[in-house]
């Protein structure tokens, strides 16, 4: 196992001094903080009892963060977890934290992945799908526009029998629509 896949071993000792075990020197919380989203494991241990301490300097970090209007956590999830610790659902409370935060790393591994391609939005999941949606959106609402819909990507005229079609049809409503004026306009004629 390489040096950076094992946990950082932070001791604490009886002074509640937190001390670095590969740098041999003191850190502070701001260090590990730093630790952890560079992506390293921490562990924090009790030097005297050997207690891990790892939680609860996690939680002191989280703390400190929200303390100073850093607010990850809104208000009503922090309600939900007190809510959690005296009902029922605090057997389901920590696997579903487990799985949203795994998704959510998923998700951002897959979106960083996505970057680097010559075309971000062209290799995310159903862009295509999206795409001739919107074309076809475009489509329903320009149609009868003459070369309204041309361009981003489209052949020249590869629409024009379609558009031909639209038009017919609309001279046709129209000329329907002047002879039902005249009628209107010449009531002894019907």
Not at 11 to 18: C, D, E, G, T, W
Not at 53 to 77: C, F, K, M
Not at 105 to 118: A, I, L, P
Not at 127 to 141: G, P, T
């Amino acid at each position: 196992m390489a040096e950076s896949d094992k946990p950082l071993l932070i001791k604490r000792y009886a002074s509640r001094r937190l001390y670095n075990t590969e740098t041999s020197d003191y850190v502070t919380l701001d260090d590990i903080a730093r630790f952890i989203r560079d992506g390293r494991e921490v562990q924090i241990i009790d030097l005297k009892t050997g207690d891990d301490l790892t939680r609860q300097y996690l939680l002191q970090i989280i703390a400190e963060h929200e303390s100073r209007g850093e607010n990850v956590l809104p208000l009503d999830v922090l309600t939900d977890l007190v809510r959690s610790y005296t009902t029922q659902a605090q057997s389901v409370v920590p696997q579903f934290l487990a799985m949203s935060f795994e998704m959510l790393r998923d998700g951002q591994s897959k979106m960083v992945d996505n970057m680097s391609t010559m075309n971000p939005m062209a290799a995310m999941p159903g862009f295509e799908a999206m795409q001739r949606q919107q074309q076809q959106f475009l489509k329903s609402i320009m149609g009868g526009w003459p070369d309204a819909t041309q361009g981003g990507g489209r052949e020249e005229g590869a629409d024009k029998p379609a558009q031909q079609d639209d038009l017919d049809e609309i001279k046709r409503q129209l000329a329907e629509l002047q002879a039902r004026l005249s009628e209107i306009n010449e009531p002894g004629k019907k």
